[in-house]
């Protein structure tokens, strides 16, 4: 067992637990299974707080679309209960994330390197690429715009630091495989010795980070091949440049200080985290087997790990400053998992996710100026289902509420649906309605007034258009990645890890088709490992989708247009009254 986070936060902020948890009334009595308890306009309404805020905290669940939310509701709490992180959040809306080709197409089916790229720089690319348009270019992330504020920063992630999501934010990249140094044909020009900026490693340390947390240490024992710190790791180049490499929870938890004098590297396991829990990969016609399969801890997790709300937590404690500060964490594996058909293991990292969620939420209602937002980069292939064709994978499992649930996996690749995005805090209104991916890049970003490119503020008028004139974006697309980054599955589409959710070696190529000779083909399928397929591990995902219209803000109404939020939020679910009554202790 991994060393898990300290009560404390949670214990501090009783209101993620009233609430919370089980169903209290049984679900077959009369009402027993509704939500509400009355009309709650007025307490969403309440809960459209004006921003700017001080501080945000972005946390993304990779992969998380709704039938995973649902499929780890329905395990840990019953399909009458509320998980106390996730769907706590008051105000809630649905976001579009497809990317786009090299001809400006849209690609319905993106990968994670793409939806990343979306948020951190407001702009669509093609999949694999990190931080670059569809043309090659560098763009400059919202992390390292915080940075020029003067604002504190953090990235922390289960997955290895290399992989997409972490990486939007410290690189800017061709290629998602380009992990490390070595990786030379993945690299391409980006490459240090061919002058570019570096692989994904190296950008870390020169993007500089307060905080910087997750797995893939062993890519940062490649060798430099140009520059300063030829000759030497990029471990070595970190330690002369006056990080502070902590390994192990304990080493976390003595921390005190994250800056820019200190800044803080945690690289906790080789590759990526271990799952929380033990693997229950789903066979072909699983679901007509005998019994329904009980989910169980993993084994293998170290305990000299820390999970991701310990992580969250202790970030959130080392960053708190007077100026305010940017935080990205990220639950990596409910992907990794749903690529390899690993119900049990998909789930566990959705409830692990639900913890970090309310580190965050606990931070933010105490502090009174965060805003905190919860969402993923794509949807996946998880279906809650029954009756399934006995030809696919498929699985039943019993539920703590002793029911048994069905989930089959029609392909083990990404899905191209829209996802749920919800927020608390100054500025929170801004998710409501249907806004897009690159859309995130200017909420957050207006939130804490940095100096950027994205669409001024909201309308000071209540648009006129009707609810049904909503753009026409077409609903995000998912790819079903490819091995390098965000995997793009076999032809069978089991991804080629281990039990142990180690990846096998990274796929080589990257999409074909994309400016700047990106890649043309698709890493290795590995669940979890580097250069990896199935948007396990290191690499690229499928096709590079170049040219992405400058994402900014679609408005969608705010603070500053409150009949038109009232209107648009009539239909939240039941979240908000549940977190009113969370905060008011009854």
């Not at 008051?90 to 994670?112: F, I, K, N, R, W």
Request: proline fraction near 7%.
């Amino acid at each position: 067992m991994r060393k898990i986070a300290a009560p404390v936060a949670m214990a501090a902020a009783g209101f993620l637990f009233i609430g919370g948890g089980v169903a209290v009334a049984d679900i077959a009595d009369p009402f027993g299974a509704n939500r509400l308890t009355g009309d709650k306009t007025t307490q969403v309404i309440a809960e459209a707080k004006e921003g700017p805020a001080k501080n945000v905290i972005l946390l993304i669940g990779d992969g998380m679309g709704d039938q995973e939310i649902t499929q780890a509701r329905n395990y840990e709490v019953g399909a009458g209960g509320t998980l106390p992180g996730i769907d706590a959040l008051p105000l809630t809306g649905q976001m579009t994330t497809y990317s786009v080709t090299a001809e400006g197409d849209a690609d319905y089916v993106p990968d994670s390197a793409a939806t990343g790229t979306g948020w951190a720089t407001g702009q669509k690319t093609y999949d694999n690429a990190v931080s670059v348009d569809h043309q090659g270019n560098p763009l400059k992330s919202i992390l390292k715009y915080a940075k020029d504020k003067g604002l504190k920063t953090g990235n922390v992630t289960t997955s290895e630091v290399q992989d997409a999501t972490p990486a939007v934010l410290a690189a800017s990249v061709k290629q998602r495989a380009c992990y490390s140094p070595s990786r030379v044909e993945e690299c391409g020009d980006d490459a240090l010795d061919k002058g570019g900026a570096g692989s994904i490693s190296e950008q870390h340390i020169s993007t500089r980070a307060d905080l910087t947390m997750g797995g893939g240490a062993e890519y940062f024992d490649d060798e430099i091949l140009a520059g300063e710190y030829e000759g030497q790791t990029v471990l070595e180049s970190a330690e002369a440049e006056g990080f502070n490499v902590i390994n192990t929870a304990d080493e976390l938890e003595a921390l005190t200080v994250a800056d820019q004098e200190a800044p803080v590297l945690g690289l906790f396991e080789p590759k990526n985290m271990v799952r929380e829990w033990a693997e229950t990969v789903a066979p072909v016609g699983g679901y007509y087997a005998d019994d329904a399969v009980t989910c169980q801890p993993n084994p293998e997790v170290p305990s000299t790990s820390p999970d991701l709300a310990a992580m969250t937590s202790k970030s959130l404690e080392l960053l708190e400053n007077d100026k305010g500060f940017f935080l990205q964490v990220e639950g990596a594996s409910i992907d990794k998992a749903d690529h390899a058909r690993d119900a049990c293991g998909q789930i566990g990292e959705t409830i692990a996710f639900d913890k970090a969620v309310q580190e965050a939420l606990a931070f933010a209602d105490a502090d009174g100026e965060t805003l905190v937002i919860v969402t993923a980069d794509h949807s996946h292939n998880a279906q809650l289902t029954e009756g399934p064709d006995d030809n696919v994978p498929s699985i039943r499992l019993l539920t703590n509420e002793g029911s048994e649930m069905g989930i089959v996996y029609p392909s083990g690749g990404h899905s191209g649906t829209q996802i749920r995005v919800a927020a608390y805090g100054p500025g929170a209104a801004n998710v409501t309605g249907l806004i897009d991916q690159t859309d995130l890049f200017g909420i957050m970003s207006r939130g804490l007034q940095l100096d950027t490119d994205a669409p001024d503020d909201e309308p000071t008028t209540a648009p006129t258009e009707s609810p049904s004139s909503e753009p026409s974006e077409t609903p995000t697309g998912e790819p079903t990645e490819s091995p390098s980054g965000d995997p793009t599955e076999t032809p069978s589409g089991d991804p080629t890890e281990t039990p142990s959710g180690e990846p096998t070696e990274t796929p080589t190529g990257e999409p074909s088709g994309t400016p700047g000779g990106e890649p043309t083909g698709s890493p290795s399928t590995d669940g979890d490992g580097a250069g990896g397929g199935t948007d396990g591990g290191s690499g690229a995902d499928t096709d590079p989708a170049p040219n992405a219209p400058r994402g900014g803000l679609a408005e969608t109404g705010g603070p500053a247009a409150i009949a038109a939020i009232a209107a648009g939020i009539a239909l939240l679910g039941g979240s908000a009254a549940l977190w009113k009554q969370r905060r008011s202790g009854h």
